[in-house]
């Protein structure tokens, strides 16, 4: 199993610019999130997901928007780039089975995005 | 609101010594607790976790207690090698509001051969 991937690895945008970072996994996981990640900082959420086709928001939604319309992929959507965007982003995913939700996330490699 | 912050930004020891990193949180209804490890370029990896039912739980090398009374927690790595060389992060959440985890800011820890 791959796990946790993120694509692209690093990318570099232009202040105004949109772009889709995605993630995907292969465990078969119900819910899916994406976090930032700021120098001095710990992960902050951005939105998550409970299972395909449903989304909410985390602690700093703003500026962001996601989709879930397959299970094993979650994407953030950046529409209109701003400096304070610049941040490394980290996707996870956490599985329930039977019941049972299992707490411990599952961290892809990150994404490093800036913006100028 | 809620906060996860841990006590020092760096900590360095000697190899083969025990490392302790502190964390306190600020939510009295967190009760569940997990340590992750974050080496460099890579995502956060999980170490260990404990509920709010238990004041100490051991894995391989490591141990985490837990202090309700004053809202603390700790992660112990006994006889610490090079390759503990990492950020390491405790988070915390109540288990009614599922999905969210509350990170810390994270300790470095530095190994010293």
């Known amino acids: 199993n791959a796990g946790v991937t993120q694509t692209p690895k690093f990318r570099v945008l232009k202040t105004g610019q949109s772009m889709t970072l995605l993630c995907a996994q292969d465990?078969?996981?119900?819910?899916m999130y994406w976090y930032r990640q700021d120098p001095g900082m710990g992960l902050r959420l951005i939105h998550y997901?409970?299972?395909?086709?449903?989304?909410a928001k985390g602690e700093v939604p703003d500026g962001y928007n996601v989709s879930r319309l397959k299970k094993q992929n979650f994407l953030l959507g950046l529409e209109s780039a701003a400096p304070s965007q610049t941040s490394v982003y980290f996707c996870?995913?956490?599985?329930?089975?039977?019941?049972?939700?299992?707490?411990?996330?599952?961290f892809g490699p990150g994404t490093r995005l800036t913006v100028t | 609101g809620e906060s996860v912050g841990l006590h020092l930004p760096t900590l360095s020891v000697q190899e083969g010594d025990n490392s302790i990193i502190n964390c306190a949180y600020s939510?009295?209804?967190?009760?569940?607790f997990i340590w992750y490890k974050q080496e460099s370029g890579k995502g956060p990896q999980f170490i260990i976790d404990?509920?709010?039912?238990?004041d100490k739980r051991q894995g391989q090398r490591v141990t985490v207690l837990l202090n309700k009374t004053v809202k603390h927690l700790s992660l112990q790595i006994a006889a610490t090698q090079p390759g503990d060389s990492a950020v390491y992060f405790c988070?915390?959440?109540?288990?009614?509001?599922?999905?969210?985890?509350?990170f810390g800011s994270g300790t470095r820890l530095l190994v010293r051969p």
């Open positions: 939510n009295s209804a967190s009760d569940y």
């Open positions: 988070a915390a959440l109540r288990q009614d509001s599922s999905y969210k985890l509350i």
């Open positions: 996870a995913s956490s599985y329930k089975l039977a019941g049972e939700y299992s707490y411990e996330q599952y």
């Open positions: 404990i509920r709010s039912n238990m």
């Open positions: 465990m078969n996981h119900e819910y």
């Open positions: 997901s409970v299972g395909e086709g449903t989304t």
